[in-house]
């Protein structure tokens, strides 16, 4: 069966304080986004990869591959204004057959035993997501002051990589945007496919503050990939 | 001020698949729940430590504390059948004046910084939580096959240490038990007194699957305490 992996790397943020997008900063001496990329190049050499970058940091991530002989096959596309229509553009490489696997491109601790599982999941369910039970109490925070306790019994915090049967997937993404969408998964689902939610893996770090960089190159040293 | 920390650690569990409950677990050659009880120390060597451990367990505490050179200074007492009859229990032993941080046994990377900020905050606001945004999407299983997206803004993870006023804490528990009861912090709410939230820490680390104790172990050597 064709897989296509696209990775969304389209954050222009530089909310970290750094002086590049988060996906481009380092850890374990290589950019967070080499990371991901290789572990589904390891994963499966055969896979079709499509990278979502912000258009104007193509370049820069091409001169990072050329100067750094990393110049793997892969596609890159320009990020949309939002993830919808990041995700929506790279849809444009991917054909009617197969499976295609969304993944974050800040999430580069994707071990090799979730992408079998959830791909193999995906042999069985059109919508395949990994989650992880929330352990902690929720809260939503209402104005600047104010916050109400959440029910937390059966939530779960939802990762990536979410699979998808190529068809769906690209079915779903011809519906109309709208900010409800959190996730492929939501997308999928607005578009009357059930999604199957299948155990993820707490290391599955997504990378979205300084602490979290520092986590993950701790955390690089001491997991297998 | 008075400084009483509720350190719980009421835990029977040997859901970790281990020979222990949690608490008692190693990381770093020391059990979890010394760790634990070594942050507030260290943070402020006169507050008052209540531990909280069931009733079969505190003969193995002390076994362990005699062998180990590790008399420090702090009370115990008996876990009730929940966490709120283990805080209940707990509070017998705090006085009407002072603030009480009540704090996972499970929760050893609790850091200096964060401490502090808690323990300034409670001078403030009678009933502070430390938080951290929810950065995935979140979805909530309803029954073994079907799940349905949550909302995620404003949402947030709340951890421990969490700091009250000693007599609204000792008046909120006075309440009946309610299932509803999370955390302290909705304890107190129900209470009739507001909860103030402030950032909490990535790093602090609630230990629940083997995953976490493996990660517990490489944060001990990567961050300072």
Redesign the interface.
């Known amino acids: 069966m064709k897989r296509y992996a696209v990775i969304v790397a389209g954050g222009q943020g530089v909310r970290m304080g750094a002086d590049r997008p988060k996906q481009f900063l380092e850890v374990g001496g290589k950019p967070i986004l080499r990371h991901t990329i290789e572990r589904f190049l390891a994963f499966d050499p055969t896979i079709e990869i499509i990278v979502v970058l912000p258009a104007a940091q193509k370049e820069v991530w091409r001169d990072y591959c050329r100067g750094n002989n990393f110049l793997e096959r892969y596609s890159m596309v320009s990020g949309g204004i939002t993830r919808f229509h990041s995700v929506q553009n790279a849809l444009k490489y991917v054909g009617d057959e197969g499976v295609v696997a969304v993944h974050d491109g800040v999430r580069p601790l994707v071990r090799r035993d979730l992408l079998e599982r959830t791909f193999e999941a995906a042999l069985r369910w059109p919508a395949v997501?990994p989650?992880v039970p929330?352990?902690?109490?929720?809260?939503?925070?209402?104005g600047e002051?104010?916050?109400v306790?959440?029910r937390?019994d059966?939530?779960?915090?939802?990762?990536t990589p979410q699979i998808f049967e190529a068809g769906v997937l690209k079915n779903a993404y011809q519906q109309a945007f709208s900010t409800?969408y959190?996730?492929d998964?939501?997308v999928v689902?607005a578009s009357g496919v059930?999604?199957?939610?299948i155990p993820g893996?707490?290391?599955n770090l997504?990378i979205?503050?300084p602490?979290?960089l520092?986590?993950a190159?701790?955390?690089l040293?001491?997991?297998s990939f």
Do not use: W, Y
């Open positions: 997501v989650a929330v352990v902690e109490s929720l809260r939503r925070l209402d002051e104010n916050s306790p959440v937390r059966g939530m779960m915090l939802v990762q409800a959190t996730d998964a939501s689902e059930a999604v199957h939610v893996d707490r290391i997504k979205t503050t602490e979290d520092q986590l190159e701790g955390l040293t001491l997991f």
